[in-house]
Each structure stands twice: as C-alpha cells, then as structure tokens.
C-alpha cells in the first residue's frame, strides 16, 4: 500500500480483556517497529522486526504483551488481560533504511476502563 | 535513564522568524539522528536526519546541526511558517541496534 496502515484507529476495552492490534506495512519494507505514546509522554519503544524475526524486544512492558510478524509483512501486537496503564497510542513504522526514516502509521488509540 | 533529551517542552516564534529546537542525548553509541514532525491524530513524519561523520545537513528550510563533543543536536527552520506549528521529536540510534531512540517532544507553535 501507499503507506503504512494500522488497526482498529480506536479501541475501547473493559480492563482484563485482551486486545490485538494490526499494522500493515509498506511493501517491501523489511523493518517493522511498534512504539507507544501515552499522555503527555514521548514514543516508547516495544519491539522490532527484521523480516519475521524480532532481534529486540526490549521494550515490552511485561509478558502480557506480544508480537509476531507473518509473512514478512503484516504484524499483531496482542496485549492480553488488559490493565489502565496499557491505555495509549500505539504506533507502528516500517522502514527500508535508517537514514530515510521510519514511516508511521496513524496509530492505534487504546483506552482501558 | 533517559538517553535522549528534550528539555523544552514548547516553543512559540514569529511567522518568518527561525526556530531553533534542540536536542541532547547521552549514548555515545549513537551513530545517526533524525528528526520527526507531527500533527495531532497522526504518527509522526520523518523530516531529515543526520549521520555522526557529519556536523551538519540541510533540506530547504531545515537544517540539523550536531556537536558530537557536547552530544547536541539542533534542528532550524527557516524561514518558520504557521504550517510547520507540530510536535517535534529527536531520535537517535545505532546503525547495528536497529531501534531509534525518542525524546519526549518539543510542541512548536508558529504565530502569524
């Protein structure tokens, strides 16, 4: 696609439920990154992709969270049993280089109650 | 441990005038920088970046400047219009750590 595109835009969810988020990445773009930004904060790093295979997953809060990537292409972030803090922006990226920069999508607005 | 710094959470300058954001970072690892604009309910957009072989880059109105010594960076824009009123963020990374680095943002507001 012409960029990179990110699902559902909004999610409401009761806290304890689990929650799966989509990204699509620009074709052809071999790195793939999920970033958060809550309220007022700036982007957290989560996780990375090169091709399938996630060289860092530093980032992930807890082991509530997940991420895989199929296909080299379209990846899910799964937050099981989800608390208030979990309540952000998610924001996923691809990239062909470094130095070009990342390309993001819109985001994900995750709300917790 | 905060690896990469904003310390001006906002700005506001004169339409015309240049802005000057600034960015500082403690990783001597770091080996490439970028900067990033957004807008609200929108990710982030690359704007340009700058590898640390140099001091500085330049693209149309935007120019980075680094200073490896005092690990500081600058973005300027001139000259600044009401268009470019936006979230800016640093980030800085490793060419073999694959991730960049944030900081927290630094809301520029561009007054006509």
């Known amino acids: 696609g012409a960029g990179v595109s990110q699902s559902p835009s909004n999610k409401v969810t009761e806290k304890g439920k689990d929650v799966e988020l989509r990204c699509d990445p620009i074709s052809g773009h071999t790195a793939l990154y999920w970033y958060r930004q809550s309220l007022g904060q700036g982007l957290e790093f989560l996780i990375y992709f090169q091709g399938n295979s996630a060289p860092d997953k530093s980032g992930l809060p807890s082991d509530r969270f997940s991420a895989e990537r199929t296909g080299g292409s379209v990846s899910t972030l799964t937050i099981q049993r989800t608390q208030q803090e979990d309540s952000a922006v998610y924001l996923c990226?691809?990239?062909?280089?470094?130095?070009?920069?990342?390309?993001f999508g819109s985001g994900t607005r995750l709300t917790v109650v | 441990d905060q690896q990469v710094k904003q310390n001006s959470p906002s700005l506001s300058v004169q339409e015309g005038r240049i802005s000057i954001l600034n960015c500082d970072y403690t990783?001597?690892?770091?080996?490439?920088f970028l900067w990033y604009k957004k807008y609200p309910a929108e990710g982030p957009t690359f704007l340009i970046s700058i590898s640390s072989i140099k001091d500085k880059n330049e693209d149309g109105r935007f120019t980075v400047f680094l200073n490896k010594s005092a690990k500081h960076l600058s973005l300027h824009i001139v000259p600044s219009q009401p268009g470019d009123s936006a979230v800016y963020f640093c980030a800085a990374g490793n060419t073999n750590a694959g991730k960049s680095t944030f900081g927290d943002g630094t809301t520029l507001t561009v007054k006509p």
């Open positions: 990783n001597s690892m770091f080996d490439y």
């Open positions: 990226a691809s990239s062909l280089g470094i130095f070009v920069g990342y390309t």
